[in-house]
């Protein structure tokens, strides 16, 4: 893990009271840079969910080699939209939202913008449903205005029946059942399908770092599985071109950029959780990202002298439940959560030789374990450049938005 300055982010912040959220602008424009090198010219459609954050998001847009969101859910699609961020946007995930729905509906000029995923005829009737277009009849579908529809195929590896190795996604998994999804998509009034996308959880989500045998394994798994994928995925992508005119094939994550990229049926990667550096991708052998993003919590008491406890804490990340994700002290060194306690509600407490040191109204500096998880416990980061806040930009909470 690369070192933090905590030291200038003290002095940024002097005047400002913790709990508190920055943002190294260095590490973080260093981070982007980075994924862009290893995209290798394949642009980037940056992962609205691990930012979180309007202002970066549309830092990063001006950035060559980035093009367009990759969003999270329909409302903060149509949300971004309107404020002017991006004209491009792809939500990764199904809707059922009614009335995020309709309001898709009455908005020609956002429907040009944004392209929602399916990945079953469920999802086309759920629509209908919606916009009270349910139910056949002469002439087929009720009709609605033209939705703009993404085909999202499960990336998975399958090596032996019953054996699945990654993420729950869409039920599309052969280039046969993508073709045949794709052709009742075409024959729906008010479905338009112009792009695919396929997520390699098991690669891009997974640390590969250690030298254990279980570190070893899945080194492996990850070299099997990313050439199965292309293969598959390039079948796939060629049957689906068969039925549609595709605009975008969509790939990858911050951990699979390289593998992602080297395959010719991906027009575009997806990115988001390397721009800001998480705890989470300290294993890695793939890359090294700046951690750019942290958070200071204010010492509030000494139970012991070699302990300290901070206010607040539980900044717990999402997934399966595990040591990994919890925050992670940084600065000073040498401190580390205890056991039997790690990060909580309204305390926290550090120990450590450090903890000697630190008294009530001393900071200690933060990690969190996943990227834009961090938005949701902090109305705003201060943008830092140095010594000193270039800018104090909020953060969806901070809008009095919440889309999950």
Not at 172 to 188: D, K, M, T
Not at 202 to 221: H, K, M
Not at 357 to 382: C, I, N, Q, S, T
Request: glycine letters at 10%.
């Amino acid at each position: 893990m690369s070192t933090v300055n905590a030291a200038a982010y003290d002095a940024a912040t002097q005047d400002l009271d913790p709990p508190l959220a920055v943002v190294d602008l260095d590490a973080f424009d260093a981070n982007a840079r980075d994924l862009t090198r290893r995209a290798g010219g394949v642009p980037i459609r940056v992962a609205s969910k691990s930012v979180r954050c309007r202002a970066l998001l549309e830092r990063t847009l001006t950035i060559p080699g980035y093009a367009g969101l990759l969003c999270y859910s329909l409302p903060e699609a149509l949300w971004l939209y309107r404020c002017g961020v991006s004209s491009d946007l792809v939500v990764a995930y199904p809707t059922v939202d009614h009335a995020a729905l309709r309001t898709l509906a009455t908005d020609d000029a956002a429907r040009a913008a944004i392209t929602i995923m399916v990945d079953s005829t469920e999802h086309l009737d759920a629509i209908d449903a919606a916009l009270g277009a349910g139910g056949r009849g002469a002439d087929g579908w009720g009709a609605h205005p033209e939705f703009r529809v993404a085909l999202d195929l499960d990336a998975s590896w399958r090596p032996v029946p019953r054996l699945h190795v990654g993420t729950r996604r869409s039920p599309v998994f052969r280039p046969r059942s993508a073709q045949q999804l794709a052709s009742r998509i075409a024959e729906r009034r008010g479905f338009r399908l112009v792009g695919m996308m396929a997520y390699e959880g098991q690669i891009a989500g997974v640390p590969d770092g250690g030298r254990g045998l279980e570190a070893r394994i899945v080194r492996w798994v990850q070299r099997r599985s990313a050439a199965e994928l292309a293969q598959r995925r390039g079948e796939a992508v060629a049957a689906v071109r068969r039925v549609a005119d595709l605009e975008f094939v969509n790939g990858g994550g911050t951990g699979s950029i390289e593998s992602t990229a080297a395959d010719p049926s991906v027009t575009e990667l997806a990115a988001g959780s390397g721009l800001l550096g998480p705890g989470l991708f300290d294993s890695y052998t793939r890359f090294s990202p700046a951690p750019a993003a942290l958070f200071a919590l204010p010492v509030v008491r000494r139970p012991a002298r070699d302990i300290v406890t901070v206010f607040a804490g539980g900044y717990v990340a999402s997934g399966k439940a595990a040591p990994s994700r919890l925050p992670a002290p940084v600065a000073p060194a040498g401190l580390r959560l205890l056991g039997v306690e790690g990060a909580g509600e309204v305390q926290t407490p550090v120990t450590g030789t450090a903890a000697r040191d630190l008294g009530p109204g001393d900071r200690v500096w933060f990690r969190h374990a996943k990227a834009g998880e961090l938005a949701e416990r902090f109305p705003e980061y201060h943008l830092v450049r140095g010594s000193r806040i270039e800018r104090t930009a909020p953060t969806y909470r901070g809008e009095a938005k919440s889309f999950g």
